[in-house]
């Protein structure tokens, strides 16, 4: 096309006068505009903005709690025996979790569409071809680093990232499988974190506190996002049993867990830090869900109590690093 352009202009040069002029002045006006027309995604929505979308798709804080979560566990099984062991781990598993919250999104594109329109995915501003790959590219690299650690660890970033995709093809929207499964992974930082330090026992308390926590946020989580899983035709509990039953299942799970938060100071092995400050940074937060869950239903912003939630994991890990 632009050899006869070329050729085009060369006739119109013999000629003279202000047609042949006007002629050259459109074609070099359309080359131009041509150059100017975006031909790529990144043109069109921007290499900065989707920098940012790859920040948001991976959720930094979860990934933050995730390697936070390492890192306590690691400190409560001291003396810790590797310090590049416990370093590996954080990195394998903030990675881990990169992954898990890609793949996740890329599951549900269809019900964001709904439910959070503005993800990165839905609202277009990173393609799925690419989540996908970034996806397998921070799971693999997630388990390369559990090899510096050592066998049971490569065992279990395997298996951590099959079940996190399986959570997010299938068991996401089944009745309480796919919140087990999230809530395991959440639980198995702490043991993934203490076995790098030497002694993965030490794992075990934090862990359960972290299961039965997110067990109940999960199913918060699906409170709210009842109108997307309806539409695809998800199988949550609150759409298989109705709101109440969830409510219960809320109810139940956080009243374990408060009860359960006192045992490691009344047997001794957490100080008097860890009891002040998980009664009234987790424990007290926690009460205060349950009664918005069940006294002010219809002035209730789930949205808002799962953001709460999310700032209180925080609370709790410093409960425990101060125990």
């Not at 690419?130 to 650690?149: K, N, R, T, Y």
């Not at 959570?167 to 790098?196: C, D, E, H, P, Q």
């Not at 009891?275 to 007290?284: A, E, K, R």
Request: aromatic share 12%.
């Amino acid at each position: 096309m632009a050899i006869q352009e070329f050729a085009a202009c060369m006739v119109l040069i013999t000629k003279s006068g202000a047609d042949s002029q006007k002629f050259i002045s459109q074609i070099g006006s359309n080359a131009f505009n041509r150059i100017r027309t975006p031909t790529s995604r990144d043109e069109v929505i921007g290499i900065d903005e989707k920098i940012w979308a790859t920040l948001h798709i991976v959720r930094p804080h979860n990934c933050l709690i995730s390697g936070l979560s390492i890192w306590i566990a690691a400190f409560l099984a001291r003396p810790i025996q590797s310090p590049a062991a416990v370093g590996f781990a954080i990195l394998s598993g903030m990675l881990l979790t990169a992954g898990a919250n890609v793949i996740n999104d890329w599951y549900d594109v269809e019900i964001d569409r709904i439910n959070r329109p503005t993800r990165p995915l839905p609202s277009g501003r990173l393609s799925m071809k690419f989540a996908l790959q970034f996806a397998i590219i921070l799971f693999v690299c997630g388990v390369f680093f559990s090899i510096f650690i050592g066998k049971i660890a490569v065992i279990i970033a395997i298996t951590s990232v099959f079940l996190l995709i399986g959570y997010s093809a299938r068991y996401k929207r089944t009745v309480l499988w796919g919140n087990a499964i999230v809530s395991l992974m959440t639980a198995l930082a702490f043991v993934y974190g203490a076995l790098a330090a030497g002694n993965w026992k030490d794992g075990l308390i934090p862990a359960t506190f972290a299961f039965l926590f997110h067990f109940g946020r999960e199913i918060i989580k699906d409170l709210d996002d009842v109108a997307g899983d309806a539409a695809m035709s998800a199988m949550t509990l609150p759409i298989r049993y109705g709101s109440r039953i969830a409510y219960l299942w809320v109810t139940a799970t956080y009243g374990l867990l408060i009860l359960m938060t006192l045992v490691p100071y009344a047997a001794k092995m957490y100080g008097r830090m860890y009891l002040i400050t998980v009664v009234v940074g987790v424990d007290f937060v926690l009460l205060a869900v349950l009664i918005a869950l069940w006294w002010k239903k219809e002035a209730l912003n789930l949205r808002r109590i799962n953001g709460i939630l999310k700032v209180d994991m925080l609370v709790g890990l410093m409960a425990i690093y101060l125990g």
